[in-house]
């Protein structure tokens, strides 16, 4: 049994495999998953596990260069726009529309959709490099 780190294998083999410029998706309960992508899926009811206790844990076993969000979030969810402004200061923020976020959920090697109900609670996280 691992002593510390994410315990969810499913999870921590994914980062495990990450290589630079890898891409995770942290996503809502409501965001379509890409056939193909593998999607684990965490959410257990309506706000649990909540979006920021995911990207919490994810960012702790993982190197993050850089963080896409849906421009739409700062309007429509603005809890969760400066949570990851906040979280991510030092990291590069890059804001699309939220077709493209869509569209670059295709190439992520997994969605971890958690059980967040608010409009654009996601990001996709890129994989950075420790050295």
Partial sequence: MKRCG???????KVLADLGHTDLIVIADAGL?????VKKI?????????SFID???AVEEDMVIEKVVIASEIK??????????NEKFVDKTIEHVTHEEFKRLTKD??????????????????????FF
Avoid: F, W
């Fill in 41 to 49: 899926d965490l959410a257990v009811i309506k706000g649990m596990p």
């Fill in 32 to 36: 379509p998953v890409p056939e193909g």
């Fill in 54 to 56: 995911v990207v919490n």
């Fill in 6 to 12: 994410m315990l969810n294998s499913e999870i921590s």
């Fill in 108 to 129: 992520a090697k997994a969605v971890i959709r958690t059980g967040e109900i608010t409009p654009y609670a996601n990001c996709i996280l890129q994989s950075g490099v």
């Fill in 75 to 84: 309007e429509a969810n603005p809890e969760h726009a400066h949570y990851i």
